[in-house]
């Protein structure tokens, strides 16, 4: 839904942060919002309630937006504005974010264009309220450890041979004693058979861990990894996130320990959040 139809070098907009219903005016007041040049304020729809700001329509044209998505230290300053807003609106009342940049060139024109919108809006304000998001993000050891593990058994073996007497060194002129190849090739895929055996582990408890806790959520939706820095050697199995009942917020944590300890993976819970993920394309 995001409109750039303020174009008007001169003229003001309207941005919209979310709707809600039945907001607290006192929510959103002293927020600075995207500029410090006028309030954020309520915008009473036929339904429900936008929050919303006046700025410049310029500030907000194509060329503007494009040239602020270029500025990584600007465009996170209004990320964490539109954020902000939205977050002190939503302690209060249910509230479905708008994406970031949403702009018509007046107020009135955001009342046509959500109203177009209410079946959706209503939906999705039915769909949280007294929920809040989750995030969990489950760990195993890295492939390295499991690589380790085969390493440190192929040398137990060869340590073993020492011990009985059977040579796994080369010979008689560099030539390796009988049966030696096979017992390193055998070596090799008992190693290969560790690795997939901990891959196949790794998956089953991503699989455990997402089970238990949508049992426990309303709704749940499985992302997609997030690539670790370098320095990281952990290796992330599960990255989900969970719109839960206000009510169960403590059965979750409790949840989140136990499959700690069930499992033995590292399990991140972070929350709670504005339920972004549980709102539909509005």
Known sequence: MRQHDAE??????????????????????????????????????????????????????DEAWQSRLSDQR???????????VVSAVAAACPTVPLPMATVYHADERV?????????????ALKRIAHHAEWGVKVYAPPAATAATAATAA???TDDADRR???????????????????????????????????????????ETVDEQVGRLATASRRLRPHPQPSTDRRVQILNATYLVAERRSEELAL?????RERTGAEIELSGPWVPYSFVGEV
């Open 154 to 156: 192929t040398a137990a």
């Open 8 to 61: 008007v070098p001169d003229a003001n907009a309207t941005y919209v942060f979310a709707v809600c219903r039945d907001p607290d005016p006192s929510s959103c007041a002293g927020l600075p919002g995207v500029t410090h040049e006028a309030p954020v304020r309520l915008l009473a729809l036929d339904s429900f309630t936008a929050i919303v700001q006046t700025v410049r329509a310029r500030d907000f044209t």
């Open 74 to 84: 600007e465009l996170e300053r209004y990320a964490r504005a539109h954020h902000d």
């Open 255 to 259: 949840l989140t320990r136990t499959l």
């Open 164 to 206: 009985t007497g059977r040579p796994v060194v080369p010979t008689d002129r560099g030539r390796p004693a009988a049966g030696a190849g096979l017992a390193y090739l055998e070596r090799k895929r008992g190693a290969q058979r560790l690795r997939e055996r901990s891959q196949e582990d790794a998956l089953r408890t991503a």
């Open 111 to 123: 009342r046509e264009a959500l109203a177009k919108e209410t079946d959706r809006f209503r939906t």
